[in-house]
Each structure stands twice: as structure tokens, then as C-alpha cells.
């Protein structure tokens, strides 16, 4: 059973930092990419930055610039560095892991439980 777990959240003043952190485990099977995203109140899941096998990244507009996704030694470890935090980054972050599955040949997705990130004075 493969599981995301992410952590590192909290409440940061705005211009702060936090770096949040997610593993993932329970498989064999290749890591294809890894994502961060995140919902705010009242609205939809976005997402925010992804790192993929190759190390090529995609991040949103809104974070270019202050986020920067990457990838531990181990590949089944991503991490968020946000700096210059702003309110409007205030959400609930979660991870997503996508595994290239040899059984179906197809790809799985699996997220984590999320962690809350607040900025606020």
C-alpha cells in the first residue's frame, strides 16, 4: 500500500518561510513525478509546483520565484522551500505522488492527508 505523507507546515508572518516536506513509500514501482498543491477555503485544489523523473519542474505563476521544488537522493522524497510568504499562500498543502505501475502499465496517483501552511501577522 503505497503512502504520501507530507510535513512541515504551520504559521509563518508574511515575508517568512516554511519548507515542507513529503515521502513517499510502500512501492516498487518508479516514481514518475511528485507534486505539491494546495486548496484554500472556498476554493479549488491548484497546483503549485511538480518535479518530474527527468528533474524538470512546473510551477504556477502565482509562486515563481519565491518556491522552489526538489527532490531528495533517495527520488521518493519532494520538498517545498517557499520564501516571501504572502496570506494569500495561506492553504492546506498537499503532496501527490504519481508511480508508473509495471502490472497495468498505467499510471497510479496517490496524495497525501495534506499539512495547513498559514501566513498571517
Known amino acids: 500500500q503505497v503512502q504520501v505523507v507530507e510535513s512541515g507546515g504551520g504559521l509563518v508572518q508574511p515575508g517568512g518561510s516554511l519548507r515542507l516536506s513529503c515521502a513517499a513509500s510502500?512501492?516498487?514501482?518508479?516514481?514518475?513525478?511528485m507534486g505539491w498543491y494546495r486548496q484554500a477555503p472556498g476554493k479549488q485544489r491548484e497546483e503549485v509546483a511538480s518535479?518530474?523523473?527527468?528533474?524538470?519542474?512546473n510551477y504556477a505563476d502565482s509562486v515563481k520565484g519565491r518556491f522552489t521544488i526538489s527532490r531528495g537522493n533517495d527520488k521518493n522524497t519532494v520538498y517545498l522551500q517557499m520564501d516571501r510568504l504572502k496570506p494569500e499562500d495561506t492553504a492546506v498543502y498537499y503532496c501527490?505522488?504519481?508511480?508508473?505501475?509495471?502490472?497495468?502499465?498505467?499510471?497510479?496517483?496517490?496524495w497525501g492527508q495534506g499539512t495547513q501552511v498559514t501566513v498571517s501577522s
Open positions: 501527490k505522488a504519481v508511480l508508473y505501475s509495471r502490472e497495468t502499465s498505467a499510471l497510479d496517483f496517490y
Open positions: 510502500g512501492s516498487s514501482d518508479s516514481i514518475n513525478a
Open positions: 518535479i518530474f523523473s527527468s528533474l524538470s519542474t
